[in-house]
């Protein structure tokens, strides 16, 4: 059974960054195509930013240029560099598979950007 934790969220003012951090443990995964959904206040939660396992990457136009997803997977994180962060970017920011299985959703992380 694959564990998702997420972690390193915060508050932060306009312009700012974070990094978010994901630690997985069970399952196969170096395989798996992995990524981060974001959840803000009254909205459907959905995807931001994906890796395939070669590291190919794609992104929601709403983050492109901003946020950059990395992995490692000898450590089984999965990473979340976010930049130049808006009001807009505020949720609880959530690792998953890509497409996700809803068995593995975890707490998530919060993250507010403050105007």
């Known amino acids: 059974q694959v564990q998702l934790v997420e972690s390193g969220g915060g508050l932060v003012q306009a312009g700012g960054s974070l990094r978010l951090s994901c630690a997985a443990s069970g399952g196969a995964f170096s395989i798996n195509a992995m990524g981060w959904y974001r959840q803000a206040p009254g909205k459907q939660r959905e995807l931001v930013a994906s890796i395939r396992s070669g590291l190919s990457t794609n992104y929601a136009d709403s983050v492109k240029g901003r946020f950059t997803i990395s992995r490692d997977n000898a450590k089984k994180m999965v990473y979340l560099q976010m930049n130049s962060l808006k009001p807009e970017d505020t949720g609880v920011y959530y690792c998953?598979?890509?497409?996700?299985?809803?068995?593995?959703w975890g707490q998530g992380t919060q993250v507010t950007v403050s105007s």
């Open positions: 998953n598979k890509d497409p996700p299985y809803s068995v593995y």
